[in-house]
């Protein structure tokens, strides 16, 4: 079961980083990507998440690039195991004419990003990016963990966390599916909103 679901998660996607936000008197400077929070407007309700920008910085400015690109608005989760995580971010699947055989295949671009490993183990609520064979080829395609799977530590770069909306993640999961985990019936990412989480201080 483990190679089975750790297949699963691979595939080849890929993705340029966004410029750097300008900000000030025309001096360039670094979105704050370390206090960013993501909420994913699914058909089933918000999935919000915090990141580990410490832990897997490139990861992170990939995906929030690309949340603020509108990359992932129309995506949905193509492939969901129950008992183990759902999977998304793939542009084949917000396209109508592209063969849902294709889905899980698609990226943006030919750039990858390098593998950032971490300690951070692969617990329920755990955000992950999906990649192929090669440790060096995650692009777009992410998976949320449902259930504890540290079969997976140290094999994927994990990069943030679900802090709200789990339980939206868990009806996903539970969705029908058919051949290749696909789900009957889609949930799409409507928008990712972006957000500077407050303040504790």
Not at 187 to 194: A, G, N
Request: hydrophobic share 35%.
């Amino acid at each position: 079961m483990k190679t089975r679901t750790a297949v699963a998660l691979m595939l080849a996607c890929a993705l340029p980083l966004a410029a750097q936000a300008a900000k000030g008197k025309g001096k360039k400077v670094a979105p704050d990507y370390a206090n960013t929070i993501a909420t994913l407007q699914t058909d089933l309700g918000d999935i919000q998440i915090k990141f580990f920008y410490d832990k897997a910085p490139k990861h992170v400015e990939n995906f929030i690039d690309l949340s603020k690109s509108g990359f992932y608005d129309g995506t949905f989760f193509h492939r969901v195991i129950p008992g183990f995580m759902i999977q998304g971010g793939d542009p084949n699947t917000k396209k109508p004419e592209t063969p849902s055989s294709q889905y899980g295949t698609g990226g943006n671009g030919s750039n990858r990003i390098k593998a950032e490993f971490n300690d951070t183990p692969h617990k329920r609520g755990i955000v992950s990016m999906a990649r192929s064979s090669d440790p060096n080829s995650a692009s777009s395609q992410f998976f949320i963990v449902v259930k504890d799977s540290n079969f997976l530590d140290g094999q994927y770069s994990a990069f943030g966390e679900v802090i709200s909306g789990m339980d939206v993640a868990d009806k996903i999961a539970a969705a029908p599916r058919g051949a290749n985990d696909r789900p009957n019936t889609p949930v799409h990412i409507k928008k990712i909103m972006l957000s500077q989480a407050k303040s504790t201080s």
